[in-house]
């Protein structure tokens, strides 16, 4: 294994980390024939690349009283759309915010409570500087939600 490069053991461990991230080491390592310190090795080789960024519950947030779920369309004035973006991005109800191509120049997806909470969150985005327009669309239903993909 050389330090930089990502090979079958890795993805293995990367897809066993996916399926259930509190699967431990030993496990991996018996799945895979090998001994728990190169699992522990690998996964730190991973973490230390930023291909692993962190360890995170999958969360249903509908169970905790987040019922709307919002795609938002920015448009920002071209010069200022970094800083747009990151601002937006430190949002507590943003959950993830894209820099795009076509019609906007970012989109933000953020989960709320109420309307209430999505009111002000709009108010508060129109009223922030260089973004010129938006456009919310709310979800009805969530037909996939996940966070990672096969690799």
Partial sequence: ?????????????????QSDARKSYREIAEKFGVVEATVYNRV???????????????IDFQKLGFDLITIVGI????????EVER??????????????TGEYDAIAVAKFRNRVELDSFVKKLLSTPYIKKTY????????????????
């Fill in 1 to 17: 294994m050389q330090s930089g490069k990502i090979d079958k053991l890795d993805i293995g461990i990367i897809r066993e980390l």
């Fill in 44 to 58: 730190n080789k991973l973490l230390k690349l930023g291909v692993i960024k962190r360890f995170i519950p999958d």
């Fill in 75 to 82: 448009v920002a004035e071209g010069e200022h759309l970094q």
């Fill in 87 to 100: 601002r937006v991005a430190k949002d507590p109800s943003v959950s993830a915010v894209y820099d795009v």
């Fill in 136 to 151: 919310t669309m709310v979800t009805l239903n969530v037909v996939k939600e996940e966070h990672g993909v096969k690799v």
